[in-house]
């Protein structure tokens, strides 16, 4: 039984246009009126608009009013609106809609608002406000609508989209022919896949959800048989931080973590990684390394252990030595950063691991050379991948697909992993079927050894967790958002043009701190 409140509950859940769909009628069903409903949605996206653009500041208000529901809700807070004294005026492209649509529009003319076909009727508004299509669409938008929302598109004035900019398919984000860029966007009820879709994102703007009151059970209905995809915010990063630790305990009982990275060409890549976990509170790091790097290594990291590993010419691990090769020694192994494919040798012995294994960068790309299905799908230990888009696309060339949350669940299906997909909005799949998004990043963070970073901080993690009693999928997205959070608070006291990969290791510390 489910016994959060319903905001608390509801927050994290994103849905598809049937999931949605379901949950709504589940509504009705047991007899929540539909009129009800549109004046309840309303009266919250009214409140929004007064507070973004009270009249005091402006005083005309354009509104678009589609056929559907999502129309019929831009004419109750066409009303709303007017009846707080702005100027409202009723762009209606198409001569049809539903009955509840109609009679609101009946009513606003009745108020003295004028209904219009003619897009200039919007031309002097301050502000508009699309309610033309929401969740659901599939078809394009064509011909004189798709050229009434490029003419929109082309004006400087904010534009408020109901639910989803009309034009956007609601789980993939792709563009239906033309789609409404909107400055806002208020989500509506629970989160839709678009928002978390690179290729929607030029078109939202400023994302928020209005929580107007689902009834948990209807979530739980709905969502409870399938595997759920849910977004990882702060405040639920932090619920799972600090990791739990018992008064009396020692280092290697808080994690012992073996780093296999670095070469003579890349030796920041392994420093970083190293700097990440420490980070994360592991209890002990043991880094395997070309021999050449270990004067550095000791520099930056005095507390680490440090394996000399044999070098090829061009400095690249040629092989692990023997002890680095007792797994039962570690909790976790990170393999990748800085390696360069001359270390692809260590591949095989690197699957033999019985420990939870995260592989990033080089080791990604030494594993797309083979059959990534073939080569990960028969590890019995955790296995999580931690591509950017490039390395992904060179993994599953099949997967080369626009819809990135289905493209990954696939490759998890496919190799038995859990797989975070770097990003704008950094997708996690877990095999054990949990689904995350991560939504509040920075660009700052596009900097070169950022992913070494966050490979080092999400291994630590690993390493300390009982893995039984939290997935793996989650404490990556935990681990990301961790890092996503550095890279906010480093922007906003340096630059967002950019935070460097070891300032940024400087900022881990406090994400966990801030309540």
Known sequence: MINHTSTSYIAPFVVTATEMAAIEQRMFNAGMPVAALMEKVAGLITQRVVQLYPPSKISQVGMIIGPGHNGGDAAVVARELFLQGYSVFLYRPLNKGKELTQAHLDYATTLGMSVSDDLQTLAPCEVIIDG???????????GELATAVETLNQWSTPIISIDLPSGIHTDTGQVLGSAIAATHT????????????????????QAELLDFGIPPADIEAVLGQSPSLKRMNA???????????PRLTHKYKQGHL??????????????????????????????????????????????????ECPETDQGAIANLPEVGKEWDRYSTVAFGPGLTLEAQSLLPQILETT?????????????????????????????????????????????????????????VAETNSHILLK???????????????????????????????????????????????ISPATITATAGVWHAQAGIIASQQHSELGVDAFTLTQYLSEFPSIS
Request: a positive charge.
């Open 132 to 142: 033309l299509f929401g969740f659901g669409m599939t078809r394009s938008l064509q």
């Open 423 to 469: 990003g704008a909005i950094p997708v996690i799949a877990g095999s054990d079927q949990r689904n995350w998004v991560i939504a509040e990043s920075t660009p700052a963070l596009a900097r070169g050894g950022s992913g070494d970073v966050l490979t080092g901080l999400l291994a630590g993690l690993i390493a300390q967790s009982n893995l039984e009693q």
């Open 186 to 205: 208020f989500c509506l009820g629970l989160w839709k896949r678009a928002f978390f879709q690179d290729q929607a994102l030029p078109y939202i703007g």
């Open 355 to 411: 420990t939870p294994l995260i592989i990033d960068a080089d080791g990604l790309n030494a594993i797309a050379q083979s059959n990534p299905s073939e080569t990960l799908k028969t590890r019995s230990a955790t296995t999580i991948l931690t591509p950017h888009p490039g390395e992904f696309r060179r993994l599953f060339p099949h997967l080369d697909n626009p819809d990135r949350i289905s493209a990954v669940q696939t490759a």
């Open 235 to 245: 405040n639920l990063a932090r619920s799972f931080l600090p990791l739990p630790r």
């Open 258 to 307: 073996l780093i296999v990275a670095g070469s003579r060409q890349y030796a920041g890549g392994v420093i970083l990684t190293a700097l990440g976990a420490r980070s994360s509170g592991v209890g002990m790091v043991t880094i395997a390394a070309p021999a050449s790097l270990k004067p550095m290594l000791v520099t930056h990291l005095p507390e680490a252990l440090i394996l």
